[in-house]
């Protein structure tokens, strides 16, 4: 087919639409907005080629009613005011607002809201970045929007469009609408208003219509140029400023009259196959109808069958159960039986009634041969009885013990009892999962697993400190909360309560059946929320010694030219200070707390809190502040170690190295975990290196806790002079390496 033939079949399905031929409201589902479920109003084009109501982008870009609206050109027309239903996809965007989530990459420290330039489309969920214009980079669809706009007048044919220029009750229905004036009017007032002779007789008028677009569209970034090209890169209308020197400058560009050829040809290609096809779509139509039906009867089919199985189990249990019963019946029956049976031959032992008051009678017969006669079977009773009462045992065991069922193995069965195409339970990786006041979960399917629909993750809260004793017996204190559909294998869940116990499990969904929920595993909170922290490359930082990675998240202490060069004085008796480094933001209320891991083969690492005072001290006078026997809690065999801190100070740094965590000796203002570590003796206050370690400074209380970070162990807590800025601060001596956890640096990293 030649291009002038596609181009006329193209014009021929546009004129047919025009006619009505195609009826418009065949097209609804294309006219709805994903987001609020509603017709377009003003609809913007996202760079993924979607399209949103400007209305629907605009509140999730906003934080808070307080943020300001920075309009652009065509864009800048807000919608309509109409109430938003809630969708999937909306839900969705609001939890990552809520979660911090999407923010934009130069939000800076400090500032009191975000600039959220960043949003996952509703259409085809990828993130999408609108840079620092935000809304204002975004196109108008007025192609799409006029299209809305027939819609709405074919959906209300009977409601007419008034004149804006009559007023009532003389208004009159209007016949006309300008799109330079952007008003309607009757015949009478279009003609009052655009006389002949005059330039508003060139004004381009249409039929009635509320939708009046601009007749050039302008671009968003320089709001007083036209675009005339198109970029082939990023999918949209550019200006000739943008390729010069903006965005766009190394992108491969077309004229604006060659890309419209282009994609009206492909277009009109595209429909004219989708025309021609028009009988192979009504028959996959058809077959889909059928497969409807089949879906229909074979999925009440096999609802028919599960209700069968279980009718039988029901049917066998009910059997057991009667049977069961029965025996139980019976042996209570039989014991009930032997028991009255005794208690009625002790009843005539007594005196005056039965084998008693019998003998008694038969002693009264004086006829020697008759009492003999009857004696003899009325001794021997008598001695039976008699010896049954000196060895007492009752008839029968009033104990059902070996009625007792377990039924554990069985309840075990029923509850994993599954269809065949059950997914296996997923295992949650102990390894990969942290959780602070946030907690990222991460878990793993099995080597021969099924790809799955999605993961629910289920956790509660266990306990904590700060939960009242109503709390504790209420219902919802143990009650699983679940999360949204997870199609990963990781989430993150917001919102967990300080210093307490969650216990978490996940299980795998496929084809809406359920796997077995994994082992439950439990973590500890930390006793406040998470600083986010990195190391500082500004203060302090020896670059000779100290090697720190771009992230700013690991240091490493080597040895280096100067260490050499230090060796005469080491030989003579001199000593080698340590290296600092601090993080890069201080902390001056509240409480906070980060983690970190020290490689276990570091000679010696010193963790903890210092002021900006003593940092400035320790900066300016290396030689004296580095001494081991300056600083108490070195490390080294100087017997200072030994010495307690008697004095609030305002540092507390651990020494921790070659896999031992050393604990400073207790004192009045300091406490331990372990008895032991209070003793005097010094190796008793040696712990094995946690593989991760914690820190939390309470600011206000002026105490700072050192934590095993895998449970949540204090292992030492101490007062400290909280004066000035508090800062995180580690010392290295020889070879070490520290890390910052990572997710205390991303929470960092995304501010």
């Given at each position: 087919?030649s291009?002038?033939?596609?181009?006329?079949?193209f014009?021929s399905?546009?004129e047919?639409?025009?006619?009505?031929?195609?009826p418009?409201?065949?097209i609804?589902?294309e006219?709805i907005?994903?987001i609020?479920?509603e017709?377009?109003?003003?609809?913007?084009?996202?760079?993924c080629?979607?399209?949103v109501c400007?209305?629907?982008?605009?509140e999730l870009?906003?934080?808070n009613?307080?943020?300001?609206?920075?309009?652009?050109s065509?864009c800048s027309?807000?919608?309509?005011?109409?109430s938003?239903?809630p969708?999937?996809?909306?839900e969705?965007l609001?939890?990552?607002v809520?979660s911090?989530s999407?923010?934009s990459?130069?939000?800076?420290?400090g500032?009191?809201?975000p600039?959220?330039?960043?949003?996952?489309?509703?259409g085809?969920q990828h993130?999408?970045?609108?840079?620092?214009?935000?809304?204002?980079m975004?196109?108008?669809n007025f192609?799409?929007?006029?299209?809305?706009?027939?819609?709405r007048?074919?959906?209300?044919?009977?409601?007419a469009?008034m004149?804006?220029?009559c007023?009532p009750?003389q208004?009159q229905?209007?016949?006309?609408s300008?799109?330079?004036c952007?008003?309607?009017y009757?015949?009478e007032c279009f003609?009052?208003?655009?006389?002949?002779?005059?330039?508003?007789?060139?004004?381009?008028?249409?039929?009635?219509?509320?939708?009046?677009?601009?007749k050039v569209?302008?671009?968003p970034?320089?709001?007083?140029?036209?675009?005339?090209m198109?970029c082939?890169?990023c999918?949209?209308?550019?200006c000739?400023?943008?390729?010069?020197g903006g965005?766009h400058a190394?992108?491969?560009?077309?004229?604006?009259?060659?890309?419209?050829?282009?994609?009206?040809?492909?277009?009109?290609k595209?429909?004219?196959y989708l025309?021609?096809k028009?009988d192979?779509?009504?028959?996959q139509?058809?077959?889909?109808?059928?497969?409807?039906?089949?879906?229909e009867?074979?999925?009440?089919l096999?609802?028919?069958?599960?209700?069968?199985?279980?009718e039988?189990?029901?049917?066998?249990?009910q059997?057991?159960?009667?049977?069961m019963?029965?025996?139980?019946?019976?042996s209570?029956n039989r014991?009930?039986?032997?028991?009255?049976?005794?208690?009625?031959?002790?009843?005539?032992?007594?005196?005056?009634?039965g084998?008693?008051g019998?003998?008694?009678e038969?002693?009264?017969?004086?006829d020697?041969?008759?009492?003999v006669?009857?004696a003899?079977q009325?001794?021997?009773?008598?001695?039976?009885?008699t010896?049954?009462?000196r060895?007492?045992?009752p008839?029968?065991?009033?104990c059902?013990d070996?009625?007792?069922?377990?039924?554990?193995r069985?309840?075990n069965?029923?509850?994993?009892?599954?269809?065949?195409?059950?997914?296996?339970p997923?295992?949650?990786d102990?390894s990969?999962?942290?959780?602070y006041?946030?907690a990222?979960?991460c878990?793993?399917l099995?080597?021969?697993?099924?790809?799955?629909?999605?993961?629910m993750?289920?956790?509660r809260r266990?306990?904590?400190p700060?939960?009242?004793?109503?709390?504790?017996?209420g219902?919802?204190s143990?009650?699983?909360r679940t999360?949204?559909?997870?199609?990963?294998s990781s989430?993150?869940?917001?919102?967990?309560?300080?210093?307490?116990?969650?216990a978490?499990?996940v299980?795998?969904?496929r084809?809406?059946?359920f796997?077995?929920?994994?082992?439950?595993?439990s973590?500890?909170?930390p006793?406040?929320?998470?600083?986010g922290?990195l190391f500082?490359d500004?203060c302090g930082?020896?670059t000779?010694?100290l090697?720190?990675?771009?992230?700013?998240d690991?240091?490493?202490?080597?040895a280096?030219?100067?260490?050499?060069?230090?060796?005469?004085?080491v030989?003579?008796?001199?000593?080698i200070?340590?290296?600092?480094?601090?993080?890069?933001?201080?902390?001056?209320?509240?409480?906070?707390y980060?983690?970190?891991?020290v490689?276990?083969y570091?000679?010696?690492?010193?963790v903890?809190?210092a002021s900006?005072s003593?940092l400035?001290?320790w900066?300016h006078?290396p030689?004296?502040?580095s001494s081991?026997?300056y600083?108490?809690?070195?490390?080294?065999d100087s017997g200072s170690?030994?010495?307690?801190?008697?004095l609030?100070?305002?540092f507390?740094?651990l020494t921790?190295?070659?896999g031992?965590?050393?604990?400073?000796k207790?004192?009045?203002s300091?406490?331990?975990?372990?008895a032991s570590a209070?003793?005097?003796d010094p190796?008793?206050?040696?712990?094995p290196m946690?593989?991760?370690?914690?820190?939390?400074?309470?600011y206000?209380?002026?105490?700072?806790?050192?934590y095993d970070?895998?449970t949540m162990?204090?292992l030492?807590?101490?007062?400290?002079e909280?004066s000035g800025?508090?800062?995180?601060?580690f010392?290295?001596?020889?070879?070490g390496?520290?890390?910052l956890?990572?997710?205390i640096?991303?929470?960092?990293?995304t501010?």
């Amino acid at each position: 087919m030649s291009d002038s033939e596609d181009m006329t079949e193209f014009n021929s399905i546009v004129e047919r639409i025009e006619r009505g031929e195609v009826p418009i409201k065949n097209i609804e589902r294309e006219l709805i907005c994903p987001i609020c479920k509603e017709l377009f109003t003003h609809p913007l084009i996202l760079p993924c080629q979607h399209s949103v109501c400007h209305k629907c982008v605009r509140e999730l870009l906003n934080l808070n009613h307080e943020d300001s609206f920075d309009a652009g050109s065509e864009c800048s027309l807000p919608g309509s005011p109409r109430s938003r239903v809630p969708s999937p996809s909306m839900e969705r965007l609001d939890r990552l607002v809520r979660s911090g989530s999407i923010s934009s990459p130069g939000w800076r420290r400090g500032s009191v809201t975000p600039r959220i330039t960043t949003i996952p489309c509703p259409g085809c969920q990828h993130d999408i970045d609108l840079g620092e214009r935000g809304i204002s980079m975004l196109f108008r669809n007025f192609t799409l929007e006029s299209i809305v706009e027939r819609y709405r007048q074919a959906a209300r044919a009977a409601i007419a469009i008034m004149c804006n220029i009559c007023k009532p009750p003389q208004q009159q229905e209007a016949t006309k609408s300008c799109m330079d004036c952007k008003a309607s009017y009757c015949n009478e007032c279009f003609k009052l208003h655009h006389p002949w002779g005059t330039p508003k007789a060139q004004h381009e008028y249409v039929g009635p219509t509320t939708n009046f677009r601009p007749k050039v569209l302008m671009c968003p970034e320089h709001e007083m140029e036209k675009v005339n090209m198109y970029c082939e890169v990023c999918k949209r209308p550019v200006c000739h400023l943008c390729k010069l020197g903006g965005s766009h400058a190394n992108h491969k560009v077309t004229s604006m009259s060659s890309a419209y050829k282009i994609l009206k040809e492909k277009l009109a290609k595209s429909i004219h196959y989708l025309i021609s096809k028009e009988d192979q779509v009504r028959t996959q139509i058809t077959e889909l109808d059928l497969l409807i039906n089949q879906t229909e009867e074979n999925g009440q089919l096999a609802e028919r069958q599960a209700n069968e199985h279980f009718e039988r189990l029901f049917e066998t249990l009910q059997e057991r159960k009667s049977e069961m019963l029965r025996s139980i019946e019976q042996s209570r029956n039989r014991r009930l039986e032997q028991l009255k049976t005794q208690v009625e031959e002790y009843q005539g032992m007594l005196e005056n009634s039965g084998l008693v008051g019998y003998a008694q009678e038969v002693l009264k017969e004086t006829d020697q041969s008759c009492f003999v006669q009857t004696a003899k079977q009325l001794h021997t009773r008598i001695q039976r009885a008699t010896e049954s009462l000196r060895t007492f045992h009752p008839s029968a065991d009033p104990c059902f013990d070996e009625f007792v069922l377990d039924t554990s193995r069985e309840e075990n069965l029923l509850k994993e009892m599954c269809f065949g195409g059950v997914p296996d339970p997923p295992l949650i990786d102990l390894s990969n999962s942290k959780v602070y006041n946030e907690a990222s979960i991460c878990w793993r399917l099995s080597d021969d697993h099924i790809p799955t629909d999605h993961h629910m993750l289920e956790y509660r809260r266990l306990g904590g400190p700060n939960q009242s004793p109503s709390q504790e017996d209420g219902e919802d204190s143990g009650a699983w909360r679940t999360t949204d559909k997870v199609y990963g294998s990781s989430t993150v869940v917001c919102d967990l309560e300080p210093n307490s116990l969650y216990a978490f499990r996940v299980r795998s969904c496929r084809n809406s059946m359920f796997s077995p929920y994994s082992p439950e595993v439990s973590f500890h909170t930390p006793p406040a929320p998470a600083f986010g922290v990195l190391f500082s490359d500004k203060c302090g930082f020896s670059t000779e010694r100290l090697i720190l990675n771009k992230r700013r998240d690991t240091v490493e202490n080597v040895a280096g030219m100067a260490f050499l060069l230090a060796a005469d004085r080491v030989q003579t008796g001199s000593y080698i200070g340590l290296d600092y480094i601090i993080g890069d933001t201080g902390i001056t209320q509240g409480r906070h707390y980060w983690a970190f891991r020290v490689d276990p083969y570091s000679y010696m690492v010193k963790v903890g809190v210092a002021s900006d005072s003593k940092l400035i001290e320790w900066f300016h006078n290396p030689r004296d502040t580095s001494s081991p026997r300056y600083d108490h809690d070195s490390g080294h065999d100087s017997g200072s170690e030994d010495a307690c801190y008697e004095l609030s100070q305002p540092f507390t740094l651990l020494t921790v190295g070659m896999g031992k965590l050393f604990i400073p000796k207790a004192s009045s203002s300091s406490s331990v975990s372990t008895a032991s570590a209070a003793s005097s003796d010094p190796g008793n206050r040696v712990l094995p290196m946690p593989q991760r370690l914690g820190v939390c400074l309470d600011y206000d209380a002026c105490r700072v806790y050192f934590y095993d970070a895998d449970t949540m162990r204090c292992l030492y807590e101490r007062q400290v002079e909280c004066s000035g800025t508090m800062f995180p601060a580690f010392g290295l001596m020889g070879s070490g390496k520290v890390q910052l956890e990572e997710f205390i640096t991303a929470k960092r990293l995304t501010f």
